[in-house]
C-alpha cells in the first residue's frame, strides 16, 4: 500500500473505495461535509481517477491488491479521525447525508450505522441486486438477530473499534465480515434511510447477475465462519461508556 501524506486532521474520514470513477469523482468529493477528509482509494483505476481525486483536495491512497476490502480496509488503516464513514464513490450515494448516518456514532448511542438504501427512480437499483439483497439480509438475522433490512455500503462507526474486530476479508464479504463481527462483539447496530440514485458508469460488483452472486458466494462464506473471539477493544471502551 502506497499512499500520499495526510495533510489535516478531520473531525471524521470518509474511507471511498474506488476502481475507475473519473467520471464520478468531482461531484462526490464536492459532497463531502465540511470539515470532514476524503480518503480515496484507488483500487488499480486507469482513468486517472488517482490524479483527479488528488487535485480535488482528497487524500489518496493507493491500494494495489484488488479487491472492495482490500481498498476499504486499506482505507481504514490509513484513517486518523475518531469516526470513519465509508461511502460508494460512483454518484449512487450522496456524502451530503453522512452527518445523518455518523449521528448516532458521534452521539454515543450507536456503535455502527448503516444506510439503508432508498432509490430514487426504479432504475437506481437492478432486479437482481435487490434480490441478493433480501436473501443476505435473511441470513444476517439467522446469524446475527440482527434485523436489517440493507447491507449497505455506506456506514459509520469508530475508527479504533473496526481495527479491533480484526476484519480478514478482501474481497465482496467485507461489509457483511463488519456487521457479523460487530454483532458478535454486542456491538448496537442500527440503520437508517439513505437516498439511493442511479450509479455514474456500470458496477464492478452488482452490474451482472454473475458478479453480483459471485458477492453472495462470498457473504455465504463469511456467515459460515465461527464466532470471532470478542475484541479487545470494544466500540463502547472507545467511547468510555458502559452498556
Given at each position: 500500500?502506497?499512499?500520499?501524506?495526510?495533510?489535516?486532521?478531520?473531525?471524521?474520514?470518509?474511507?471511498?473505495?474506488?476502481?475507475?470513477?473519473?467520471?464520478?469523482?468531482?461531484?462526490?468529493?464536492?459532497?463531502?461535509?465540511?470539515?470532514?477528509?476524503?480518503?480515496?482509494?484507488?483500487?488499480?483505476?486507469?482513468?486517472?481517477?488517482?490524479?483527479?481525486?488528488?487535485?480535488?483536495?482528497?487524500?489518496?491512497?493507493?491500494?494495489?491488491?484488488?479487491?472492495?476490502?482490500?481498498?476499504?480496509?486499506?482505507?481504514?488503516?490509513?484513517?486518523?479521525?475518531?469516526?470513519?464513514?465509508?461511502?460508494?464513490?460512483?454518484?449512487?450515494?450522496?456524502?451530503?447525508?453522512?452527518?445523518?448516518?455518523?449521528?448516532?456514532?458521534?452521539?454515543?448511542?450507536?456503535?455502527?450505522?448503516?444506510g439503508r438504501r432508498r432509490p430514487t427512480t426504479l432504475g437506481a437499483w437492478p432486479a437482481h441486486a435487490r434480490l441478493a439483497n433480501l436473501e443476505l439480509a435473511r441470513l444476517i438475522r439467522r446469524r446475527t438477530g440482527l434485523r436489517l433490512h440493507?447491507?449497505?455500503?455506506?456506514?459509520?462507526?469508530?475508527?479504533?473499534?473496526?481495527?479491533?474486530?480484526?476484519?480478514?476479508?478482501?474481497?465482496?464479504?467485507?461489509?457483511?465480515?463488519?456487521?457479523?463481527?460487530?454483532?458478535?462483539?454486542?456491538w448496537r447496530v442500527t440503520e437508517t434511510d439513505v437516498p439511493y440514485h442511479p450509479r455514474t458508469g456500470r458496477s464492478k460488483v452488482t452490474g451482472t447477475w454473475?458478479?453480483?452472486?459471485?458477492?453472495?458466494?462470498?457473504?455465504?462464506?463469511?456467515?459460515?465462519?465461527?464466532?470471532?473471539?470478542?475484541?479487545?477493544?470494544?466500540?463502547?471502551?472507545?467511547?468510555?461508556?458502559?452498556?
Amino acid at each position: 500500500m502506497i499512499e500520499t501524506s495526510p495533510s489535516t486532521s478531520a473531525l471524521v474520514d470518509v474511507v471511498l473505495p474506488c476502481l475507475d470513477e473519473a467520471r464520478a469523482l468531482p461531484w462526490v468529493l464536492d459532497r463531502i461535509p465540511a470539515g470532514w477528509r476524503a480518503i480515496v482509494v484507488d483500487n488499480g483505476s486507469t482513468d486517472g481517477s488517482a490524479d483527479i481525486a488528488g487535485d480535488l483536495g482528497a487524500y489518496v491512497v493507493h491500494e494495489p491488491r484488488r479487491g472492495f476490502g482490500a481498498a476499504c480496509h486499506a482505507g481504514l488503516t490509513a484513517a486518523t479521525a475518531d469516526i470513519v464513514c465509508f461511502s460508494d464513490c460512483d454518484g449512487s450515494l450522496d456524502p451530503a447525508v453522512l452527518p445523518a448516518v455518523a449521528g448516532p456514532v458521534l452521539a454515543g448511542s450507536a456503535d455502527l450505522v448503516l444506510g439503508r438504501r432508498r432509490p430514487t427512480t426504479l432504475g437506481a437499483w437492478p432486479a437482481h441486486a435487490r434480490l441478493a439483497n433480501l436473501e443476505l439480509a435473511r441470513l444476517i438475522r439467522r446469524r446475527t438477530g440482527l434485523r436489517l433490512h440493507d447491507l449497505g455500503p455506506m456506514r459509520a462507526a469508530r475508527r479504533e473499534a473496526l481495527l479491533a474486530l480484526g476484519l480478514t476479508d478482501r474481497r465482496s464479504g467485507y461489509p457483511l465480515q463488519m456487521v457479523v463481527r460487530a454483532a458478535d462483539a454486542d456491538w448496537r447496530v442500527t440503520e437508517t434511510d439513505v437516498p439511493y440514485h442511479p450509479r455514474t458508469g456500470r458496477s464492478k460488483v452488482t452490474g451482472t447477475w454473475r458478479g453480483t452472486w459471485q458477492a453472495v458466494r462470498d457473504m455465504r462464506a463469511v456467515l459460515g465462519e465461527p464466532p470471532a473471539p470478542a475484541p479487545t477493544v470494544t466500540a463502547t471502551t472507545v467511547q468510555g461508556v458502559g452498556r
